[in-house]
């Protein structure tokens, strides 16, 4: 009997800790956006399509996995308007990222490095801006639907750095931690 009640304790317990790593790691969408205009732009949103929002990002580890895309920082770029962070456009030169909604986390990492690693190699880079995954398809957005939650929207520095053609992937499964 009690072999037995130590095995559905173990499963109880084993059960439990699942269901936590996985409420931890999942972050649902917290409603969604359908523009009544599109733009014409080929990765702009469209009249009517859902876009799903989010509050929250996956947690923040020492190697948190994220979707790497491309972002022209520059002014006239389709980042759209200036950073976030310090109201400034940014050179594509320069290895500056935005980050989804939650690890922004309000602004805190704001001017503060992060590491991305990928393709054997590391890189470090500058927050300066939110990859906003409440709010999209409109001008300050670059018309672009919102972020989903586990993005590090980086520029041609950064991919250049990790030796990645960004202009040919558009999006590279990577790494990141707080530096």
């Known amino acids: 009997m009690l072999r037995s009640t130590g095995r559905l304790l173990l499963l109880a317990l084993a059960a439990s800790h699942l269901l936590l790593a996985a409420a931890g790691?999942?972050?649902?969408?917290?409603?969604?956006?359908?523009?009544?205009?599109?733009?014409?732009?080929?990765?702009?949103?469209?009249?009517?399509q859902a876009y799903?929002?989010?509050?929250?990002?996956?947690?923040?580890?020492?190697?948190?996995?994220?979707?790497?895309?491309?972002?022209?920082?520059?002014?006239?770029?389709?980042?759209?308007?200036?950073?976030?962070?310090?109201?400034?456009?940014?050179?594509?030169?320069?290895?500056?990222?935005?980050?989804?909604?939650?690890?922004?986390?309000?602004?805190?990492?704001c001017g503060n490095n992060v590491r991305i690693r990928a393709n054997g190699r590391s890189v470090l880079a500058k927050v300066v801006d939110e990859c906003d995954t409440l709010n999209g398809c409109d001008r300050e957005h670059g018309y672009q639907p919102p972020c989903r939650n586990n993005v590090v929207d980086a520029s041609q520095a950064v991919w250049d750095?990790?030796?990645?053609?960004?202009?040919?992937?558009?999006e590279y499964n990577v790494t990141w931690s707080d530096a």
């Not at 790691?25 to 009517?48: I, M, N, T």
């Not at 950073?83 to 922004?104: I, M, P, Q």
């Not at 750095?161 to 040919?168: F, Q, R, S, V, W």
């Open 25 to 48: 790691a999942g972050c649902e969408p917290s409603g969604s956006l359908r523009p009544s205009r599109g733009h014409s732009c080929q990765d702009c949103c469209k009249a009517g």
């Open 52 to 109: 799903p929002t989010y509050r929250c990002s996956p947690p923040v580890s020492s190697s948190t996995r994220a979707v790497m895309t491309l972002n022209n920082f520059d002014e006239g770029g389709e980042g759209g308007d200036p950073s976030e962070c310090d109201g400034k456009f940014h050179h594509n030169s320069e290895r500056v990222v935005a980050l989804s909604t939650g690890w922004y986390s309000g602004g805190s990492r």
């Open 161 to 170: 750095a990790l030796g990645i053609t960004g202009e040919e992937v558009g």
